[in-house]
């Protein structure tokens, strides 16, 4: 590809539009990373915050009010703020899953330990609180702290549902809504806020950040069968942590007695062979549920972009739009 090309993919065409602004946001989080007492807290946290990730949340905050016209600082910390979060979670995440593996790399609590990565974990969101409060927004501050609780909230939903054959579609949403969509939606919300949007536009931007990270979880725990190695996740990775997923629950509420058998031996008791794996895919491919979870992506993509034509138009509303697109094509 020829170097003066644009970038095909619409997340990095977002992050050349806000280069000066993720700049900002960058060196910011390399601050408020730093520890003069616990040189540790930078190590782990540059570990993970440097891995390469798309920065997409932070992203969203900057996008949301640079689309409603702010000019102010306060993106710059908000966007940080979000991030922080973000990067705490996953940090409390590969701990609680005991993943050994996060965006292609060997996790923090491999490298060093449990206890590590969960105290660095409460300092990031520390940071996060502190950064929220500077903005002197009382709105804003409620938003991202909600969000926090309601992120803290879906996890411990999935502590008890994930493993649960009687866990419905309606329980799983629920969970999706908490540790994932929840982080997006207050992203786009608080960028309309601090703009001082009417409530129509910051609505939108909520369902849209709603929406979109409901499809986006949906597609990552579809591509656990239907991806590759490339997506820096291990192929299967959910089925061996026992996870009941999208695609499973619809398999689960399709099955026969010897299928549900099979659902109960492998996530409900955990005794599973080399050749589960295989067989699991089968029934999903048997029973379709990979397109119809796909099907479900889309009509949450579909919901996102619904969201975007409320608000004006402008150059980065059609970003976010191909952005939701996107979201969908990585299992095209």
């Given at each position: 590809?020829?170097?003066?090309?644009?970038?095909?993919?619409?997340?990095?065409?977002?992050?050349?539009?806000?280069?000066?602004?993720?700049?900002?946001?960058?060196?910011?989080?390399r601050?408020r990373?730093?520890s003069?007492?616990?040189?540790?807290?930078?190590?782990?946290t540059?570990?993970?915050?440097?891995?390469?990730g798309?920065?997409?949340?932070?992203?969203?905050t900057?996008?949301?009010?640079?689309?409603?016209?702010?000019?102010?600082?306060?993106?710059?910390?908000?966007?940080?703020t979000v991030?922080?979060?973000?990067?705490?979670?996953?940090?409390?995440?590969?701990?609680?899953d005991?993943?050994?593996?996060?965006?292609?790399r060997?996790?923090?609590?491999?490298l060093?330990?449990?206890k590590s990565?969960?105290?660095?974990?409460?300092?990031?969101?520390?940071?996060?609180?502190?950064?929220?409060?500077?903005?002197?927004?009382?709105?804003?501050?409620?938003?991202?702290?909600?969000?926090?609780?309601?992120?803290?909230?879906g996890?411990?939903?999935?502590?008890?549902?994930a493993?649960?054959?009687?866990?419905?579609?309606?329980?799983y949403l629920?969970?999706?809504?908490?540790?994932?969509?929840?982080?997006?939606?207050?992203?786009?919300?608080?960028?309309?806020?601090?703009?001082?949007?009417?409530?129509?536009?910051?609505?939108?931007?909520?369902?849209?950040?709603?929406?979109?990270?409901?499809?986006?979880?949906?597609?990552?725990?579809?591509?656990d069968?239907?991806?590759s190695?490339?997506?820096?996740?291990?192929?299967?990775?959910?089925?061996?942590?026992?996870?009941?997923?999208?695609?499973?629950?619809?398999?689960?509420?399709?099955?026969?007695?010897?299928?549900?058998?099979?659902?109960?031996?492998?996530?409900?008791?955990?005794r599973?062979?080399?050749?589960?794996?295989?067989?699991a895919v089968?029934?999903?491919?048997?029973?379709?549920?990979?397109?119809?979870?796909?099907?479900?992506?889309?009509?949450?993509?579909?919901?996102?972009?619904?969201?975007?034509?409320?608000?004006?138009?402008?150059?980065i509303?059609?970003?976010?739009?191909?952005?939701?697109?996107?979201?969908?094509?990585?299992?095209?």
């Open positions: 590809m020829p170097l003066n090309m644009p970038a095909v993919k619409p997340h990095d065409r977002l992050a050349e539009l806000l280069a000066d602004d993720l700049e900002q946001v960058n060196s910011l989080i601050t990373m730093s003069r007492h616990a040189p540790r807290i930078p190590e782990v540059a570990h993970l915050v440097e891995a390469g798309k920065r997409l949340r932070p992203m969203l900057l996008a949301a009010a640079r689309m409603c016209g702010y000019d102010g600082p306060d993106h710059i910390k908000l966007a940080a991030e922080f979060i973000h990067t705490a979670t996953l940090l409390h995440d590969d701990v609680v005991e993943s050994e593996k996060r965006r292609g060997p996790t923090a609590n491999l060093w330990d449990n990565s969960v105290l660095v974990g409460d300092y990031l969101f520390a940071r996060s609180f502190q950064l929220m409060v500077e903005t002197g927004n009382l709105r804003v501050l409620d938003i991202l702290s909600n969000a926090a609780a309601t992120i803290a909230e996890e411990v939903l999935q502590l008890s549902a493993q649960d054959l009687a866990t419905t579609e309606e329980i629920q969970v999706v809504r908490g540790k994932t969509a929840a982080l997006f939606s207050a992203a786009t919300e608080v960028g309309g806020v601090i703009s001082d949007q009417e409530e129509t536009i910051v609505k939108a931007l909520f369902d849209y950040g709603d929406a979109l990270g409901i499809a986006f979880q949906i597609v990552d725990d579809l591509l069968y239907w991806g190695d490339a997506t820096g996740k291990n192929i299967g990775d959910d089925f061996r942590e026992r996870k009941l997923t999208l695609p499973v629950i619809k398999a689960v509420a399709a099955a026969n007695e010897t299928e549900r058998a099979f659902w109960s031996r492998t996530i409900e008791k955990g599973q062979d080399e050749s589960d794996l295989d067989h089968s029934l999903l491919g048997k029973h379709g549920t990979l397109e119809a979870t796909r099907k479900d992506a889309l009509c949450w993509i579909e919901t996102a972009r619904e969201a975007l034509r409320q608000l004006p138009p402008h150059p509303r059609d970003l976010l739009d191909e952005l939701a697109d996107y979201v969908i094509a990585r299992v095209n």
